[in-house]
């Protein structure tokens, strides 16, 4: 929270007005007006440090999160991509093509683990935050909430979110729902 420094003229007139209080010791009058400008000087000492600081946490985030729109739009085509690498190992996992392709994919994500790029683990528990759940089955070998499987990977950018996995999740067993 920032004060509003006071004004140079409402410190003098203040300063004024304490003389006429202390019997006119222009000492006590000195020293009152000098402890008004001290107090003065330390508030905006203060407002400065603070405003510097937040300054440097904003240019801190500014520079750790000034690719989320490129890498956002990047989502999709990755999307796509993986399709052609899931449609390429059909054929067999000694497939030229296969291969080409699992050694892009590599590169694609040690380039996104560079600029802070991870994927949203999709296993274990459902987590709202996290997860997007796009459709619930019965499972007899899965709990209630837990994740059965991904649809869509999801992505973070350092700690935020990039986009939510989609995800498939347990409803229990079939006979427990009756």
Avoid: C
């Avoid at 067999?92 to 994500?109: A, C, S, T, W």
């Amino acid at each position: 929270m920032t004060t509003e420094p006071e004004d140079p003229q409402t410190l003098t007139e203040d300063a004024a007005a304490a003389s006429e209080t202390s019997d006119g010791d222009p000492v006590a009058v000195a020293l009152a007006e000098i402890e008004k400008w001290r107090d003065l000087a330390l508030r905006s000492q203060a407002d400065l440090d603070n405003y510097r600081k937040r300054m440097a946490r904003e240019k801190a985030d500014a520079i750790l999160y000034a690719n989320v729109s490129l890498l956002s739009s990047l989502l999709p085509v990755l999307d796509n991509f993986e399709m052609g690498l899931q449609a390429a190992r059909q054929e067999g996992e000694d497939n030229i093509i296969y291969q080409g392709l699992r050694m892009v994919r590599k590169q694609v994500d040690d380039f996104l683990a560079e600029q802070g790029v991870h994927p949203v683990p999709a296993s274990g528990a459902f987590d709202p935050n996290q997860h997007e759940a796009v459709q619930q089955v019965h499972s007899d070998s899965i709990p209630e909430g837990e994740i059965v499987d991904e649809l869509r990977r999801g992505y973070r950018l350092n700690d935020r979110l990039l986009r939510a996995a989609n995800v498939t999740v347990s409803k229990g067993p079939a006979a427990a729902a009756d």
